[in-house]
């Protein structure tokens, strides 16, 4: 079955703007999670979302949001872009979100110049 | 913040010969999982031991967990170049919904 598919795989945005990342889970997978990855801070967790809903949220500023669609793809967006967004974001999606493996994408590589 | 720390930070070994990285967290945990990363790519799940679990394998993987030290350590037999990665542990604590990584251990095999 096909994997985490995560759009797109790189990215240049300029300070101030605002980048919209793309996430579809394994079929069947209704939780889907987002990470950051940057060499000072290492993998952080972002949020979760199952079935529409966020039930977890990391310790980001409020410029950093998600989504999740009836269909289990989930979006996450940045506004007000800043150079220390510049990271990997990592999305991952599991059957429950809880007690089990993730599956992780292959990320997206954000280049904030 | 990120759950605990990994030792060593980097390794390198020759083809053929054992790995062992080990990983400390903080608080307790549902489970432990291990990670694998190429180059800045996806993380590729290796192996999840719950907390009730002191040890795991699968295939050359071997996987210990010391709750009352908050510990685990993973085994790579007879490594190969392609086991070249960074390996990272995370805690799940499951009523959480996230994993907390550890800082990861790069390992170089050396053909």
């Known amino acids: 079955k096909a994997g985490v598919t995560q759009t797109p795989r790189y990215l240049i945005k300029t300070r101030g703007q605002q980048v919209t990342l793309s996430c579809s889970p394994i079929?069947?997978?209704?939780?889907v999670s987002w990470y950051q990855q940057t060499p000072g801070q290492g993998l952080q967790f972002l949020f979760e979302?199952?079935?529409?809903?966020?039930?977890n949220k990391g310790n980001f500023p409020g410029r950093f949001s998600g989504r999740q669609f009836s269909n289990s793809r989930s979006e996450m967006n940045v506004s007000t872009l800043e150079l220390g967004d510049s990271a990997l974001y990592l999305c991952?999606?599991?059957?429950?979100?809880?007690?089990?493996?993730?599956?992780f994408g292959s990320g997206t590589r954000l280049t904030v110049v | 913040s990120q759950q605990g720390e990994e030792d060593p930070q980097a390794l390198s070994i020759q083809e053929g010969e054992n790995a062992t990285m080990n990983c400390s967290y903080k608080t307790s945990i549902n489970n432990l999982q291990w990670y694998r990363q190429n180059s800045g790519r996806g993380l590729v799940h290796l192996i999840l031991?719950?907390?009730?679990?002191r040890e795991k394998h699968s295939g050359r993987l071997r996987v210990t967990l010391d709750t009352s030290k908050k510990s685990s350590s993973l085994l790579i037999t007879a490594s190969r170049a392609a086991d070249t990665a960074s390996y990272f542990c995370a805690t799940d604590k499951g009523s959480a919904r996230q994993l907390t990584f550890g800082s990861g251990t790069q390992l170089t095999v050396l053909p």
């Open positions: 031991i719950r907390s009730n679990e």
């Open positions: 991952a999606s599991s059957l429950e979100g809880q007690g089990g493996g993730y599956t």
């Open positions: 079929s069947g997978h209704r939780s």
């Open positions: 979302y199952f079935s529409e809903t966020q039930r």
